[in-house]
């Protein structure tokens, strides 16, 4: 399943990883094991270290392990979403039109 995470590092934390050189490796680790199709990375509107790392996670059990990792390395926040592209998009299409067939009416009304 295509999964978004998305983290966010607090200020001290992420300040204290940069001044003693924890923050690379351990980010380097997270990525090497994640495998992301993409990751974005940026200050949020809060001024925090952020970003937004697009994966393939084949089980639901892998979020302790992976959530772990940004909790005890940064004290980040961590959130997962099933996510879609372009593709999965267009192959939902059969379901969004039985959804619309089935439910339509109930909503309109």
Do not use: C, W
Request: no cysteine.
């Amino acid at each position: 399943m295509r999964m978004m995470l998305q983290m966010t590092i607090p200020v001290e934390a992420g300040n204290q990883a940069a001044i003693d050189g924890s923050f690379g490796e351990p980010l380097q680790k997270i990525m090497a094991k994640l495998k992301p199709e993409s990751a974005y990375f940026m200050a949020s509107a809060a001024g925090e270290r952020s970003g937004f790392i697009v994966f393939d996670m084949k089980d639901t059990s892998e979020i302790p392990g992976i959530a772990e990792i940004f909790f005890l390395k940064f004290k980040a926040s961590v959130k997962f979403v099933p996510v879609m592209n372009a593709e999965d998009l267009a192959k939902a299409a059969p379901g969004i039109q039985r959804a619309v067939k089935e439910h339509a009416r109930a909503a309109s009304a």
